[in-house]
C-alpha cells in the first residue's frame, strides 16, 4: 500500500506510544517486520523551543524507514514548524496526535480536546500539510463520549485539508482504554473516505488483525498495547494478513534473546542507568505467561544493572 507518496511493504503497523515506542523499541519492532512505525507522540513546542529531551526523541539516524513521526500541540504555527523539524530529520510521515486521551494532554486542548473543537483541527492539519513536503497523517478517536461522536466529521476534515491517511482508535476519550474498541465505525470510516483508513484498537493476536481487517476492510491495522512485551505479534499478524500463514507462536529462547536485544539498544543509546530504569517495565511485560511472573517482576523492579536484569530474565521458565 502507499500513504501519499510513500510505499509501505505490508498492511500491520505499530502504534505510537508514550514511553514505549523509543527508538530501542522501535528497531526491536522493525526486526519483527512492522510496515510502519511511529515514534513516541512529541511536543510541538518541545521542539519548536529546543528542549534537549524533546529533540532527542527525534533521533531517527540508523533506522530503516518507513517512519512516522507523531507530533501534538494546539496551535497551527508551532505545529507546522515542528513538522518541518520532524521532516528535516528523515520523517518519511508526519502524523497528528488528535487522539491522546491523557488528562495532562487535553487540558491543554492538545490529543483528543482538538476532537471538541473541528475548525481548529482543521487549521491545524491545513497547516502541517502546507509545510511539509511528506505525506501528512492524522490519528483519532470514535469522539470525546459516546454523545459526542464525531470521527466522520474530523476524518473529512482531514482528507479536505489534504491529509494523506487517517487512524482511527475506535473508543472515545471517556473510555480511555476500557471497555471494547467498536470496529463497526473503523468500516463506516473506510465508506466515506478515499484515503487510506489505518483501524485500531484491541488487537491481540493475528487473529485478531486479520478479524479487522476483513470486518472492516481498512487498508492496515495498528497494534499498540498488544506488542508491549510481544513484538512477536507483529511477525505473526504479517505472517497472517500478508500471506496467510499462521506461524508458531515464540520460544522462551527467542524470547530471551530479543529482550536481550532490547536492552542492548537500551543501553547503547540511553546509557544503562536510564536503560535499566526504562526497560524495568519492558521486561515485566515480556515476562507475561512465565511462570512466577509476579514474584520476578518484583526483583525486576529493584534492578539497578543490566546484568541484574538479565540473571532475572533467565531465571524464567514457560508456564506449564
Known amino acids: ?25 522501535r528497531q526491536i519492532i522493525r526486526s519483527c517486520g512492522a510496515g510502519l ?7 510541538d513546542m518541545g521542539l519548536v523551543y529546543g528542549q534537549q529531551r524533546t529533540h532527542k526523541m527525534l533521533d ?16 497551527p504555527e508551532p505545529m507546522a514548524q515542528a513538522a518541518q523539524l ?47 513536503p511528506v505525506p501528512v497523517t492524522v490519528k483519532m478517536r470514535l469522539g470525546w463520549s459516546r454523545d459526542q461522536i464525531n470521527y466522520l466529521e474530523l476524518a473529512e476534515a482531514a482528507q479536505e485539508e489534504g491529509a494523506a491517511a487517517v487512524a482511527l482508535h475506535a473508543r472515545t476519550r471517556d473510555q480511555f482504554y476500557s ?11 473506510k465508506k466515506h473516505l478515499e484515503i487510506p483508513v489505518i483501524g485500531n484498537g484491541d488487537i491481540w493476536t493475528a487473529e485478531d488483525a486479520l478479524g479487522m481487517a476483513e470486518k472492516t476492510g481498512c487498508d492496515a491495522v495498528m497494534i499498540g498495547r498488544g506488542i508491549m ?8 499478524a504479517v505472517a497472517l494478513l500478508e500471506r496467510g500463514e499462521r506461524i508458531s507462536p515464540p520460544t522462551l529462547e527467542e524470547k530471551l534473546a530479543l529482550a536481550a536485544r532490547h536492552l542492548d539498544l537500551a543501553c547503547q543509546y540511553k546509557g544503562e542507568n536510564v536503560a535499566v530504569r526504562e526497560m524495568r517495565k519492558h521486561f515485566s511485560w515480556y515476562l507475561k ?19 541484574q536484569l538479565l540473571d532475572i530474565f533467565h531465571s524464567a521458565q514457560p508456564r506449564k
Open 1 to 25: 500500500m502507499k500513504i501519499g507518496n510513500v510505499v509501505i511493504p505490508n498492511r500491520v503497523f505499530s502504534a505510537p506510544m508514550a514511553g514505549v515506542t523509543d527508538k530501542a523499541f
Open 37 to 43: 512505525i511511529y515514534t513516541e507522540m512529541i511536543s
Open 60 to 75: 531517527l539516524q540508523g533506522e530503516e524507514p518507513p517512519l512516522a513521526v507523531q507530533i501534538f500541540g494546539s496551535e
Open 86 to 132: 520532524a521532516a528535516s530529520q528523515g520523517a518519511d510521515i508526519v502524523d497528528i496526535n488528535m487522539g491522546c486521551p491523557t488528562p495532562k494532554i487535553v487540558k491543554n486542548g492538545e490529543g483528543a480536546a482538538l476532537m471538541l473543537d473541528i475548525p481548529r483541527a482543521r487549521r491545524i492539519i491545513r497547516a502541517v500539510v502546507n509545510a511539509v
Open 179 to 189: 471497555g471494547q474498541a467498536d470496529w463497526s465505525h473503523i468500516a463506516c470510516l
Open 229 to 236: 512485551g510481544n513484538p512477536f505479534l507483529i511477525r505473526e
Open 289 to 307: 505467561g512465565m511462570r512466577g511472573a509476579a514474584q520476578l517482576r518484583q526483583q525486576i523492579n529493584q534492578a539497578t544493572t543490566r546484568q
